[in-house]
């Protein structure tokens, strides 16, 4: 069957979706809402499917649209791809870059890196905030969001940028006298130190291992939202911590710290998140390959060889 709409009707489809709002979408197009409305319309008919619910303030998109949204990010991706073939890296990005990211990652690594970046493109302004609390992209006007863990908005494009799991540890000190668990369930009755990390749910520890997923209620008299702090409470010996491996790995290997239960983890995949495709902005697709660059190899990647 062949379906009839533009391609433009896609891009408009996906910025309405992002910005839930026509009004919004025809502003940063500078078209009408009604056009902006046509062209939905026109692509809702070729499908066959309904894409928004429509109120008179906004509009919410339906199972069907985020099936479609999906769709058309893979097929946006492979323009992206062949974008970045033809061009082979060659336009120079310039104007103002504003990333955020969380304050251990950022002090460790991504404000290094974007020192580096700085350095190879002199036409970027970058600014960088570290936060630990959720981040609105297009209130914020953030270029890119580097976070650590899945994505869950379905309506912004997430960039994968490194790989890596979360991993149950402990000083020395609190095992010697609390003892080692051996399961998931058993974390319930030990001191575990919470993070209130700005992506994940307080208290509630999802882990993956031989068995699938299993998530266990945790508790302790400890919890911060720093990560730094935490991970210091854990070579005290104050409890149990569930962090990103690149955050302990020299602890783990100096002995401040032990792994526990190995074969249980999470994973804590790095992202850099925008509201463009790499093919809409050179800046943002410099800054995305640039940064899965890095932190794959040289002084600032996430895991140094031992």
């Avoid at 082979?88 to 870059?97: C, I, K, Q, S, Y």
Wanted: with cysteine; hydrophobic share 45%; charged share 20%.
């Amino acid at each position: 069957m062949k379906l009839k709409f533009q391609l433009d009707d896609l891009q408009v489809f996906c910025m309405a979706a992002r910005k839930a709002s026509f009004v919004a979408t025809a502003a940063e197009l500078g078209m009408s809402p009604a056009y902006v409305s046509k062209r939905i319309a026109v692509l809702e008919g070729a499908l066959g499917v309904t894409l928004f619910h429509r109120t008179a303030r906004r509009v919410t998109i339906t199972a069907e649209g985020e099936r479609v949204y999906a769709s058309a990010q893979q097929i946006f991706q492979g323009v992206d791809d062949m974008a970045d073939t033809v061009t082979d890296g060659r336009a120079e990005p310039r104007g103002a870059l504003r990333v955020t990211t969380s304050f251990r990652l950022g002090r460790k690594h991504i404000g290094p890196i974007l020192s580096l970046l700085a350095q190879r493109h002199p036409g970027l302004d970058i600014t960088l905030d570290v936060v630990d609390r959720r981040v609105d992209l297009l209130d914020e006007n953030i270029d890119l969001d580097v976070r650590i863990g899945e994505v869950h908005e379905p309506h912004l494009v997430a960039h994968p940028i490194a790989a890596s799991p979360r991993v149950l540890c402990a000083a020395p000190a609190y095992l010697a006298h609390a003892g080692t668990p051996a399961t998931v369930a058993e974390l319930s009755r030990h001191e575990c130190l919470v993070l209130r990390d700005r992506y994940q749910p307080f208290g509630v520890w999802t882990l993956s291992g031989p068995a699938g997923p299993e998530k266990v209620k945790v508790t302790g008299r400890l919890s911060s939202n720093n990560s730094e702090i935490v991970r210091g409470w854990a070579m005290d010996g104050h409890g149990i911590l569930l962090t990103a491996r690149w955050d302990v790995e020299a602890d783990l290997q100096a002995g401040r710290l032990c792994t526990l239960m190995p074969t249980w983890s999470q994973p804590a995949d790095i992202w850099a998140v925008s509201t463009v495709r790499l093919s809409q902005s050179a800046k943002v697709r410099v800054a995305v390959r640039f940064l899965q660059e890095q932190l794959a190899e040289g002084p600032f990647a996430l895991l140094q060889p031992v």
